[in-house]
């Protein structure tokens, strides 16, 4: 009998790993934060827990061009430092609508929360969050955003 052997990280048991056949493609996502090490922490977990690519730059950087070069199928922004600057460029970048948005706020600024969802995000998530909680997210986004054809 084959038993399934996921892997996970040292130190991470909490983590629950993506079993073989959950989701049948690689989800690809373009990440904007500025911290390096939630960065890694974010592309690791995601690879593990949604099946997903992740791609990343930094609010500095000239991202809404990576953007448009990506065509990710999510966007996950981290507005926690500097929200209404990030939200209106997002605006003005002419995103294509069908790549959903899910913003990273402060936990306690419910302000964030409600201008994330006024420039179109379809989520946000509560810094700081559990990863599991982060790859949940993600997954139920773009399942909901890209539909998987039942197969015959």
Known sequence: MNSIQPTAIEGSASLVPLL???LTSTLTVLLIEASGSLQAVI???LGLLANA???T????QNWPTVLQDQQPD???LDISVEPTGLLQTLQNAGLNPRVPIVCLVNRDRTYDHLQAHQYGAVATIAKPFDLQDLA???RNVAEQHHPVEPSS
């Open 20 to 22: 073989p056949g959950q």
């Open 136 to 138: 949940d997210v993600v």
């Open 43 to 45: 592309k690791i977990g």
């Open 57 to 60: 730059v930094t609010a500095g």
């Open 53 to 55: 690519q992740v791609h």
């Open 74 to 76: 999510l966007l996950l």
